[in-house]
Structure formats: structure tokens, C-alpha cells
């Protein structure tokens, strides 16, 4: 009982060690881009992100991120632009809205309700 | 002539199978017949198959499935791939190993007749609705109307040894589901008197996950040097349609360990068998009606997948209706203590159905949203891997100490041990990650793979005596899956966070560098094969001027489909795989993509050694 | 409680087979996603005319009257399976206005392709950086939008247009 609580201790603290570190890593442009456009479809391939495929639609796309990058346009935006032309299709990552809550909310709620479950079933025995 | 005996030994498979179980609401058969009927049915469905197969390796144009998916000049290899190569043949292959299963459980012995032959009906029934599906909307053996001297040929993609062992394989493993599926079935319908199937299911559903492992696995493998981005894994639907089964059955697998601790999870373990046949189906449906893009090619008919969801339908709602009418009683109640071997098994088994419904959810997603809203969105690896991987961790965490907890009570043996081992690795990786790149994720996975391999190796030592024979071997042969799974992890966590990229325009005879290994552009060759056209570029890797190795990466052109294909070239070292992509020519340069994938080989070694630990299982008695 | 989890796998069960009958009955395309601009203003764009450079077409131009803008370039081998239909468009609905607009192409080649096919469009603009068409989300050629007198995009068409497309989804909107 002791010694689980030390793992979790331990395992805790190291996490949080990790978390902090990596705020303050600054990323570059090339970073950036390679982050935001993987997370972006290639519309005239099959299912492919625009960072891994070579479609002539893709290096359009991938000049564009870039020039909004360098006019200090922010993530945040840039998707924006993108979603109001071609959709959210575009997004491999769903954006947080109306239509997608339940998709996000999902795994959470399947994952209190079973902690319920969980406590429920150790408390009765 | 050939696609007549096929289509005519099918017929009569599905009729021998329709009698079989039409019979037996009035009469008793005998056993004899029983199983004769059986197997004259499973033998016909199997003789239907290479009747196909025969027909590709001939080349039998008269058949128009042969016509429209293969060529005479294809290599031999090829032929017979091709059988199962198009919607129409892998069906046909999907059945035969339904047909397989039937006949391999048809031969066990000492388990009550009633329970193994209700088994098997459910199992006919099963065949006979794919069967039906393959004659009314997917037939392999129509006839051309027209004579024709030579076929369409292959997709180039398909053209390629993985076609050969990948289909085979995953179809092993999702179908042989459908046994378990029967025996579950048979025992809810047995009134749940007989706890043989508990043993019986735990040797099925081995051998299906083992299989399916096997199969994904080689999958993964085909796309890492087929698709050539350098990438394994993608999120695409036709992996997480793999991966459902595959969680749900790893699933099913411990939960029926813990039949082993005397605690039964009937209700559970009935359940998970079902669902593991339902995703099967459901994975087959996705697929086979096009419905979902994928970068992973396929012959798909929305028509067809009508049938197939009314199957989908028929067969999960029958599941899952008898589950509700035939519930099984409570069993025992579980021991279930803040951390013990039953908690840690159930908790893992709720973080796996989370994560297939998870994965399940994101899947149809898209599908549900444009029917309510008519926009289309896309979920795909970002979203699965913000979710999916989180849920899994304190499982992997969970994993890593199981093998010390007890079945009765809350201690925990080598309890100091365990933590002490845990505070070093992760301070070392830690440390080790300051002077190398930095990244949470790629800290996190490497300490869980370290962390599960040294643990099991602990739990392998203290266990052991020193009697070394196979009965050892299956003693720990959990430990032993769990070290396969420790090494995929630090596979899996290396090669996707600290992979690195290099874009370079070169020409013949240049020389570049990178991370200490110089690399030169030996030439460029444009061959003819027998089928297509290949364009090489040679590279000629050496290390301290010495000579390691010889890389071609290049394209292929096939005329015949006027279709071109990558193809990579990867140097394989133990501790990472240089891959080579070649791009168009401009200014006389040649773009030249080079991926650094720094322990990739680990993730194929974790799953052989799963892959083999499971075939230890199965031999187990 | 216990008896309504064991109904749970059915109801989503029933569920997920709604949805997906209802998507394989829709006929819907996974390679043609509906366009995020329908009933959405036109985008704001420039575009020098092919055969005069001085002369230019802008989004206000397009207000007050029915447009049919579409994409097209003399390397697409599907806008040439197109083309006689836009004819067809142009002499029965005089009053539509159709502005073709060149995707990414040589001049030369898209007046070649003019010459030879002859050409539909009131005004031919030129988009050789494929800038107005990132402005459209366009992907893929043809592709075909019809804007109304608000300046509102009212449909949207990928790929090569068919008599039957013409016929049921364009001419009820013109």
C-alpha cells in the first residue's frame, strides 16, 4: 500500500519535472511548420498529412503556412484561414466546437465513470 | 472449367451447411455425421478457393475476376497473391479460413458434444451468410463474356511479397474470432452448464490474437517500405479497424487469465468474445465499402456494403441479443483489492475497451457528423494520439507490476526492488535525454519500455529455478510477451519523437554527410523489368572509408496500369534504419529525402517476440 | 442498473447501423468533400484578364447578377471532357455570367486551348500563382461555383460537370 503510493509519488513529480521543461524549449520556423502541417490533410491524396506528401497541393499549402508563420500569424490562425476555405475537413485534429465535444469529452467520461466503478467495487470488498 | 468447379464445390458448401444445421431442429445426428457434414462442407469451401487460386496461376482469362486483376507476364509469386489481391478473392479467402477454423475445431477432443456442436452451427451459419454475400454480390468465378489473350494486371502496389503473407495472416487472426464468437455463443445457449469452454476459448482466442498481431504487424511493415514517407503508423481507418480487434482481444486474453485465479468473469469475458467477432466484421464492412478514404489500397463497392452491414447487423445483434436473453448468472464475486492481481487485470481491461471505443468512436466520427450536419470533418492521428496514447499509459504502467502482485492479498513481493529499479532508469534516461534532444513523450515511452523489460527480467530471475525445460518457458511466458511489448514501446517512442529528416538536391557522384555516415550517389539506372520500369539511384554508405553498404531507392513505372510506385530503400543497422526516398529530377538535381528512424527495428523484434510467446501459449496444455 | 449495461451493446449497436445506412444511402463521395463556402460571400480577389493584362476583374464586379465561376487550365485533361457544356450553359442562360479562371498555367497554352476548343467564358482571369483558387478551396480541377445576385456562393461542383448535374443541381438555382 506504502510503497504504491511511493511509485505514484515518484512517477508524478518526474512527470511534472517533464512538463515544465518543455515550455521553455523555443521552437523554430521549420518546427512550426512541420507541426501544423501534419496535422493537416492533403486534400487531393488519400488520407495523407500535407507534411508527408510531395502532392503538388501540399507544397502550396506548406509555402502558405510558412508565409503566415513569418507574418507572425499564429497557429491558432492559420488554421482558421485554412478551415474557411477548404473546411474542417482539412484538420486531422477536430477543432473543440458543437460538433466535436462529444468526440473529446468521450474518452474522459468513459474514464470517470469507470474510476467510479473502480472505488465503488474496492470500497464494497 | 476451373471456375466452375469452384463456384459449383461454394454452392454446395453453403447447401451441406444449410441442411446441416435445417436438420438438426428435427433430428439428433450422430457425431459421425454431424462432423462428416462439417468437413464436406469445410473441404468444399477450401477446394473452392484454390479452384481460384488455380485459375491465377494458369492465367484463365475465360474467368473475369482473373481477367481484370492479373496479367500472364506477372511473376509466379504474384499469380498466386492475386488470388486474394481484389474484393472478390479475399472474400473467398475471408470464407475458406472460416472454413478452417471449422474444420480445426471439428477434431478437439474432450469437450461435451453438445457444446462443440452448437459451436459448430453457429460457426455454419456464419458461413452461410458470407457465403450468400459471395455468390449474390461478390462472385470470383463469373465468366468473361468476351475471349481475351491477356488480363489487366495488378495494382503495382499489390505487386509486392507482402501481399503474399499479410492478408493470410490478419484474415487468421480476424476471423478466427469467429470461433470464439460460436463457442461464447454455444455456451450462453448450453445454459452455461460445462466450464470447458473457458479452457477452449483461451487456446481460440491465442491463436487469433496471435495471428492478428502477426498480421498488423506485417502490414505496418508493407506500408513502412511501400508507402515511403518513412512512417509505420498513420491513424489511417483501415489500421484502427485492425487495431479494434486487436486491444478488445488482448483484452479478452486476460480477462480469461484470471479464470486461472479462480475468479470468473463469465459476463465480461462472453461479452468481450462477441465483440471481438463484431469489430471483425465491422472492420471488413469499413473496408470493403469504401465509405472511409485510406492511404492503404482497396477494391471497394458501396453496394456490396450493404450486404455486408446487414451481416454486420444479423450476426452482432444475434450476439448480443443472446447475451441479454441468456445472461449468465454472477459469478463469485471477484477479489478486488486496491492492488492486487485481479485489480491490476480489470483495470487493464478497462483501459483497453476504453481505448477500442475510443478508437471506434473516432473512426465513424466523421460519419456520424456529416449524416447529422452535412460538413465533413477528418479525425485522424493527432486526436488519436492525444487520447489513445494517454489512456493506454497507466496500463503500460499497470502492466510493468503485475507480474509482482499477488491474487489474494495487497502485499507486494520486492516491493523496494521494483521502486528502486524505477527511480535509476528513469533518472538515467533522464540525464541521458539532456544531452540528446529533449521531448516528454519520447522520456516518458523510454522509461516505460526500459522499465516493463527489467521488471519482467526481475520476475523471470526470481521465479526460475534451475530446471531449464519448455515447461519453464511456459511458466514465464507472460514475462517474456511483456518484455516484446517493453521493446516495441522503445521502438515505437524512438523512432516516431526522435526521428529526424534530411532534404537534399543532388546529383550522380555527389557526396553528403549525415550523422556520421558519409553517403554517396553512386549513379542513377533505368532498367526494364518484366513488367514495369525501374529507375535506381545507387547509394554507397561508408563509414571511417570503409565501405558498409549499398542502398537502391528509386521508382517503379508500370505500363500496364500507368501507374508509379516508390519504392524506398532502407539500410537496416540494429539500431536504426537509413531510409532512402527519391523524388523528381530538376536542374539536373535529383531530390533525395533520406529519414534517419533511430531504433525502428526494435517495434518488429517487440512483436516477434510477442508473436512467439504467443505461439508458447498455444502449445500450452 | 446491471439490466440496462447489458442493453448498452445493442443500442449502439443499433446506432452505429443508423448512421452508417444513413451515409451509404446518401451516396455521398469520400473523395469530394462539400465545400466550407457555400452561403458564404465571395472571396475578395483580383484577375487580369488573359488577352489584356490592363484589364482587370474584381469580387465587386460580380455583384447583381448570376455567376458561374470555373476553374480551369489547358493541362487538365477532365476540363476538356467539360468545356462543350459550358457552351451549352453560355446560349441558353445568356444572362449567367461565366468567368473562367486559368489555374496555374502558360498563357500561351490556355489561349491555344481557347483557340482550338473556342471559348465559352464572358471573361477569361488569369490565376497563375493559384492564389485566387487557395482563396476558393480549390484542390482539385474543374471545379465550378455558382454565385448569386447577393454575391453569395449558392453551389459548388468538383470534378468535370455532366449533363445530368447541369440539368438537376445548376439550372433549378439559375
Same mark, same amino acid.
Given at each position: 500500500?506504502?510503497?504504491?503510493?511511493?511509485?505514484?509519488?515518484?512517477?508524478?513529480?518526474?512527470?511534472?519535472?517533464?512538463?515544465?521543461?518543455?515550455?521553455?524549449?523555443?521552437?523554430?520556423?521549420?518546427?512550426?511548420?512541420?507541426?501544423?502541417?501534419?496535422?493537416?490533410?492533403?486534400?487531393?491524396?488519400?488520407?495523407?498529412?500535407?507534411?508527408?506528401?510531395?502532392?503538388?497541393?501540399?507544397?502550396?499549402?506548406?509555402?502558405?503556412?510558412?508565409?503566415?508563420?513569418?507574418?507572425?500569424?499564429?497557429?491558432?490562425?492559420?488554421?482558421?484561414?485554412?478551415? *474557411?476555405?477548404?473546411? *474542417?475537413?482539412?484538420?486531422?485534429?477536430?477543432?473543440?466546437?458543437?460538433?466535436?465535444?462529444?468526440?473529446?469529452?468521450?474518452?474522459?467520461?468513459?474514464?470517470?465513470?469507470?474510476?467510479?466503478?473502480?472505488?465503488?467495487?474496492?470500497?464494497?470488498? | 472449367?476451373?471456375?466452375?468447379?469452384?463456384?459449383?464445390?461454394?454452392?454446395?458448401?453453403?447447401?451441406?451447411?444449410?441442411?446441416?444445421?435445417? $436438420?438438426?431442429?428435427?433430428?439428433?445426428?450422430?457425431?459421425?455425421?454431424?462432423?462428416?457434414?462439417?468437413?464436406?462442407?469445410?473441404?468444399?469451401?477450401?477446394?473452392?478457393?484454390?479452384?481460384?487460386?488455380?485459375?491465377?496461376? @494458369?492465367?484463365?482469362?475465360?474467368?473475369?475476376?482473373?481477367?481484370?486483376?492479373?496479367? $500472364?507476364?506477372?511473376?509466379?509469386?504474384?499469380?498466386?497473391?492475386?488470388?486474394?489481391?481484389?474484393?472478390?478473392?479475399?472474400?473467398?479467402?475471408?470464407?475458406?479460413?472460416?472454413?478452417?477454423?471449422?474444420?480445426?475445431?471439428?477434431?478437439?477432443?474432450?469437450?461435451?458434444? /453438445?457444446?462443440?456442436?452448437?459451436?459448430?452451427?453457429?460457426?455454419?451459419?456464419?458461413?452461410?451468410?458470407?457465403?450468400?454475400?459471395?455468390?449474390?454480390? #461478390?462472385?470470383?468465378?463469373?465468366?468473361?463474356?468476351?475471349?481475351? &489473350?491477356?488480363?489487366?494486371?495488378?495494382?503495382?502496389?499489390?505487386?509486392?511479397?507482402?501481399?503474399?503473407?499479410?492478408?493470410?495472416?490478419?484474415?487468421?487472426?480476424?476471423?478466427?474470432?469467429?470461433?470464439?464468437?460460436?463457442?461464447?455463443?454455444?455456451?450462453?445457449?448450453?445454459?452455461?452448464?460445462?466450464?470447458?469452454?473457458? $479452457?477452449?476459448?483461451?487456446?481460440?482466442?491465442?491463436?487469433?490474437?496471435?495471428?492478428?498481431?502477426?498480421?498488423?504487424?506485417?502490414?505496418?511493415?508493407?506500408?513502412?517500405?511501400?508507402?515511403?514517407?518513412?512512417?509505420?503508423?498513420?491513424?489511417?481507418?483501415? &489500421?484502427?479497424?485492425?487495431?479494434?480487434?486487436?486491444?478488445?482481444?488482448?483484452?479478452?486474453?486476460?480477462?480469461?487469465?484470471?479464470?486461472?485465479?479462480?475468479?470468473?468473469?463469465?459476463?465480461?469475458?462472453?461479452?468481450?468474445?462477441?465483440?471481438?467477432?463484431?469489430?471483425?466484421?465491422?472492420?471488413?464492412?469499413?473496408?470493403?465499402?469504401?465509405?472511409?478514404?485510406?492511404?492503404?489500397?482497396?477494391?471497394?463497392?458501396?453496394?456490396?456494403?450493404?450486404?455486408?452491414?446487414?451481416?454486420?447487423?444479423?450476426? +452482432?445483434?444475434?450476439?448480443?441479443?443472446?447475451?441479454?436473453?441468456?445472461?449468465?448468472?454472477?459469478?463469485?464475486?471477484?477479489?478486488?483489492?486496491?492492488?492486487?492481481?485481479?485489480?491490476?487485470?480489470?483495470?487493464?481491461?478497462?483501459?483497453?475497451?476504453?481505448?477500442?471505443?475510443?478508437?471506434?468512436?473516432?473512426?465513424?466520427?466523421?460519419?456520424?457528423?456529416? @449524416?447529422?450536419?452535412?460538413?465533413?470533418?477528418?479525425?485522424?492521428?493527432?486526436?488519436?494520439?492525444?487520447?489513445?496514447?494517454?489512456?493506454?499509459?497507466?496500463?503500460?504502467?499497470?502492466?510493468?507490476?503485475?507480474?509482482?502482485? $499477488?491474487?489474494?492479498?495487497?502485499?507486494?513481493?520486492?516491493?523496494?526492488?521494483? @521502486?528502486?529499479?524505477?527511480?535509476?532508469?528513469?533518472?538515467? @534516461?533522464?540525464?541521458?535525454?539532456?544531452?540528446? +534532444?529533449?521531448?516528454?513523450?519520447?522520456?516518458?515511452?523510454?522509461?516505460?519500455? %526500459?522499465?516493463?523489460?527489467?521488471? #519482467?527480467?526481475?520476475?523471470?530471475?526470481?521465479?526460475?529455478?534451475?530446471?531449464?525445460?519448455?515447461?519453464?518457458?511456459? /511458466?514465464?511466458?507472460?514475462?517474456?510477451?511483456?518484455?516484446?511489448?517493453?521493446?516495441?514501446?522503445?521502438?515505437?517512442?524512438?523512432?516516431?519523437?526522435?526521428?529526424? &529528416?534530411?532534404?537534399?538536391?543532388?546529383?550522380?557522384?555527389?557526396?553528403?554527410?549525415?550523422?556520421?555516415?558519409?553517403?554517396?550517389?553512386?549513379?542513377?539506372?533505368? +532498367?526494364?523489368?518484366?513488367?514495369?520500369?525501374?529507375?535506381?539511384?545507387?547509394?554507397?554508405?561508408?563509414?571511417? /572509408?570503409?565501405?558498409?553498404?549499398?542502398? /537502391?531507392?528509386?521508382?517503379?513505372?508500370?505500363?500496364? #496500369?500507368?501507374?508509379?510506385? +516508390?519504392?524506398?530503400?532502407?539500410?537496416?543497422?540494429?539500431?536504426?534504419?537509413?531510409?532512402?526516398?527519391?523524388?523528381?529530377?530538376?536542374?539536373?538535381?535529383?531530390?533525395?529525402?533520406?529519414? %534517419?528512424?533511430?531504433?525502428?527495428?526494435?517495434?518488429?523484434?517487440?512483436?516477434?517476440?510477442?508473436?512467439?510467446?504467443?505461439?508458447?501459449?498455444?502449445?500450452?496444455? | 442498473?446491471?439490466?440496462?449495461?447489458?442493453?448498452?451493446?445493442?443500442?449502439?449497436?443499433?446506432?452505429?447501423?443508423?448512421?452508417?445506412?444513413?451515409?451509404?444511402?446518401?451516396?455521398? =463521395?469520400?473523395?469530394?468533400?462539400?465545400?466550407?463556402?457555400?452561403?458564404?460571400?465571395?472571396?475578395?480577389?483580383?484577375?487580369?484578364?488573359?488577352?489584356?493584362?490592363?484589364?482587370?476583374?474584381?469580387?465587386? =464586379?460580380?455583384?447583381?447578377?448570376?455567376?458561374?465561376?470555373?476553374?480551369?487550365?489547358?493541362?487538365?485533361?477532365?476540363?476538356?471532357?467539360?468545356?462543350?457544356?459550358?457552351?451549352?450553359?453560355?446560349?441558353?442562360?445568356?444572362?449567367?455570367?461565366?468567368?473562367?479562371?486559368?489555374?496555374?498555367?502558360?498563357?500561351? =497554352?490556355?489561349?491555344?486551348?481557347?483557340?482550338? =476548343?473556342?471559348?465559352?467564358?464572358?471573361?477569361?482571369?488569369?490565376?497563375?500563382?493559384?492564389?485566387?483558387?487557395?482563396?476558393?478551396?480549390?484542390?482539385?480541377?474543374?471545379?465550378?461555383?455558382?454565385?448569386?445576385?447577393?454575391?453569395?456562393?449558392?453551389?459548388?461542383?468538383?470534378?468535370?460537370?455532366?449533363?445530368?448535374?447541369?440539368?438537376?443541381?445548376?439550372?433549378?438555382?439559375?
Amino acid at each position: 500500500m506504502k510503497s504504491y503510493l511511493s511509485y505514484k509519488i515518484v512517477f508524478i513529480t518526474i512527470y511534472f519535472i517533464f512538463l515544465s521543461l518543455e515550455i521553455f524549449a523555443n521552437t523554430t520556423l521549420e518546427e512550426k511548420v512541420k507541426k501544423l502541417t501534419l496535422e493537416l490533410r492533403c486534400m487531393t491524396c488519400q488520407n495523407q498529412s500535407i507534411y508527408d506528401s510531395e502532392a503538388e497541393f501540399s507544397n502550396d499549402i506548406k509555402k502558405i503556412v510558412r508565409s503566415k508563420f513569418k507574418e507572425g500569424k499564429s497557429e491558432k490562425e492559420i488554421k482558421q484561414f485554412l478551415v *474557411e476555405r477548404y473546411g *474542417e475537413y482539412i484538420l486531422f485534429k477536430p477543432l473543440l466546437n458543437y460538433k466535436n465535444w462529444f468526440l473529446w469529452a468521450f474518452p474522459f467520461i468513459l474514464l470517470v465513470f469507470s474510476l467510479f466503478f473502480i472505488s465503488y467495487k474496492i470500497r464494497k470488498n | 472449367m476451373s471456375s466452375l468447379i469452384g463456384f459449383a464445390s461454394l454452392v454446395l458448401a453453403i447447401l451441406f451447411n444449410a441442411y446441416l444445421i435445417f $436438420s438438426n431442429f428435427f433430428i439428433k445426428n450422430n457425431g459421425k455425421v454431424f462432423n462428416l457434414f462439417i468437413r464436406t462442407s469445410s473441404v468444399l469451401t477450401i477446394i473452392s478457393f484454390f479452384s481460384l487460386m488455380f485459375a491465377y496461376v @494458369v492465367s484463365d482469362f475465360s474467368n473475369f475476376n482473373v481477367f481484370q486483376n492479373s496479367h $500472364s507476364e506477372k511473376p509466379l509469386i504474384y499469380k498466386i497473391s492475386g488470388t486474394w489481391g481484389n474484393h472478390e478473392g479475399s472474400m473467398l479467402l475471408w470464407v475458406s479460413i472460416l472454413s478452417i477454423y471449422g474444420l480445426l475445431f471439428s477434431f478437439t477432443k474432450n469437450i461435451d458434444l /453438445k457444446f462443440k456442436q452448437e459451436t459448430l452451427l453457429i460457426q455454419s451459419s456464419i458461413h452461410i451468410l458470407f457465403g450468400l454475400f459471395i455468390i449474390f454480390t #461478390s462472385n470470383p468465378f463469373l465468366i468473361n463474356s468476351v475471349i481475351v &489473350e491477356e488480363g489487366l494486371g495488378l495494382n503495382p502496389i499489390l505487386q509486392d511479397p507482402g501481399l503474399a503473407v499479410h492478408p493470410p495472416i490478419l484474415y487468421a487472426g480476424y476471423v478466427g474470432y469467429s470461433i470464439v464468437f460460436s463457442q461464447a455463443i454455444a455456451s450462453l445457449l448450453n445454459h452455461n452448464k460445462n466450464k470447458d469452454w473457458i $479452457s477452449v476459448a483461451k487456446k481460440w482466442s491465442l491463436i487469433s490474437w496471435t495471428f492478428l498481431t502477426a498480421g498488423i504487424a506485417l502490414g505496418s511493415y508493407w506500408a513502412y517500405y511501400e508507402l515511403g514517407w518513412g512512417g509505420w503508423w498513420f491513424w489511417d481507418p483501415v &489500421e484502427n479497424i485492425s487495431l479494434m480487434p486487436w486491444i478488445a482481444g488482448l483484452a479478452l486474453v486476460h480477462s480469461l487469465l484470471m479464470a486461472k485465479g479462480e475468479q470468473l468473469l463469465k459476463k465480461w469475458i462472453i461479452f468481450l468474445s462477441i465483440l471481438c467477432f463484431s469489430l471483425s466484421i465491422f472492420g471488413t464492412f469499413l473496408v470493403r465499402s469504401g465509405i472511409l478514404t485510406s492511404v492503404h489500397s482497396f477494391a471497394s463497392d458501396a453496394s456490396r456494403g450493404l450486404f455486408i452491414l446487414l451481416i454486420f447487423f444479423i450476426i +452482432t445483434g444475434f450476439g448480443f441479443l443472446i447475451f441479454l436473453l441468456k445472461t449468465p448468472e454472477s459469478s463469485k464475486p471477484i477479489n478486488f483489492l486496491f492492488i492486487n492481481k485481479a485489480s491490476a487485470l480489470v483495470i487493464n481491461n478497462i483501459l483497453m475497451i476504453i481505448a477500442t471505443l475510443t478508437i471506434l468512436l473516432g473512426t465513424i466520427y466523421p460519419i456520424i457528423v456529416e @449524416v447529422l450536419t452535412n460538413d465533413r470533418i477528418s479525425v485522424g492521428g493527432p486526436y488519436f494520439n492525444s487520447t489513445v496514447i494517454p489512456i493506454m499509459i497507466p496500463g503500460f504502467l499497470l502492466m510493468s507490476i503485475a507480474p509482482i502482485l $499477488s491474487w489474494q492479498t495487497n502485499k507486494v513481493r520486492n516491493a523496494r526492488l521494483y @521502486v528502486l529499479g524505477f527511480v535509476v532508469i528513469s533518472f538515467i @534516461v533522464l540525464i541521458q535525454s539532456y544531452f540528446s +534532444t529533449f521531448n516528454t513523450w519520447g522520456v516518458l515511452g523510454l522509461i516505460l519500455g %526500459i522499465w516493463i523489460i527489467l521488471a #519482467s527480467c526481475i520476475s523471470i530471475i526470481s521465479s526460475s529455478k534451475i530446471n531449464y525445460d519448455f515447461k519453464l518457458l511456459q /511458466k514465464i511466458n507472460p514475462y517474456i510477451a511483456h518484455i516484446g511489448v517493453g521493446v516495441a514501446i522503445i521502438g515505437i517512442t524512438c523512432s516516431s519523437v526522435f526521428k529526424n &529528416e534530411y532534404e537534399l538536391n543532388i546529383n550522380e557522384g555527389d557526396k553528403f554527410q549525415i550523422e556520421n555516415t558519409m553517403i554517396s550517389l553512386e549513379k542513377i539506372e533505368m +532498367t526494364n523489368e518484366i513488367n514495369f520500369q525501374a529507375l535506381r539511384a545507387n547509394f554507397l554508405i561508408e563509414k571511417n /572509408k570503409k565501405i558498409v553498404a549499398r542502398i /537502391k531507392a528509386g521508382k517503379n513505372y508500370y505500363p500496364v #496500369s500507368k501507374m508509379i510506385t +516508390t519504392e524506398a530503400g532502407i539500410f537496416h543497422q540494429w539500431y536504426r534504419d537509413i531510409y532512402f526516398i527519391v523524388g523528381d529530377q530538376k536542374d539536373n538535381n535529383w531530390f533525395v529525402k533520406v529519414y %534517419i528512424n533511430p531504433f525502428v527495428s526494435f517495434i518488429w523484434v517487440g512483436v516477434l517476440i510477442m508473436v512467439l510467446s504467443g505461439f508458447i501459449g498455444i502449445s500450452k496444455r | 442498473m446491471n439490466r440496462l449495461i447489458i442493453f448498452l451493446p445493442l443500442l449502439i449497436l443499433l446506432m452505429i447501423c443508423f448512421f452508417v445506412l444513413m451515409y451509404l444511402l446518401s451516396n455521398k =463521395d469520400p473523395n469530394k468533400p462539400p465545400s466550407a463556402l457555400i452561403n458564404k460571400n465571395v472571396p475578395i480577389f483580383i484577375s487580369k484578364s488573359l488577352y489584356d493584362s490592363d484589364y482587370v476583374i474584381k469580387s465587386e =464586379d460580380l455583384k447583381n447578377k448570376k455567376v458561374l465561376i470555373n476553374f480551369f487550365a489547358s493541362w487538365c485533361i477532365p476540363c476538356k471532357v467539360e468545356h462543350p457544356l459550358l457552351f451549352e450553359i453560355s446560349k441558353s442562360y445568356p444572362d449567367v455570367y461565366l468567368l473562367g479562371l486559368n489555374h496555374k498555367d502558360k498563357s500561351n =497554352d490556355a489561349k491555344n486551348y481557347l483557340s482550338q =476548343d473556342g471559348n465559352p467564358y464572358d471573361f477569361v482571369g488569369v490565376d497563375s500563382d493559384g492564389m485566387i483558387a487557395l482563396e476558393f478551396g480549390v484542390f482539385g480541377l474543374p471545379e465550378t461555383f455558382l454565385i448569386n445576385e447577393n454575391g453569395k456562393i449558392v453551389y459548388k461542383f468538383m470534378g468535370p460537370l455532366t449533363k445530368e448535374i447541369i440539368k438537376n443541381e445548376i439550372i433549378p438555382l439559375l
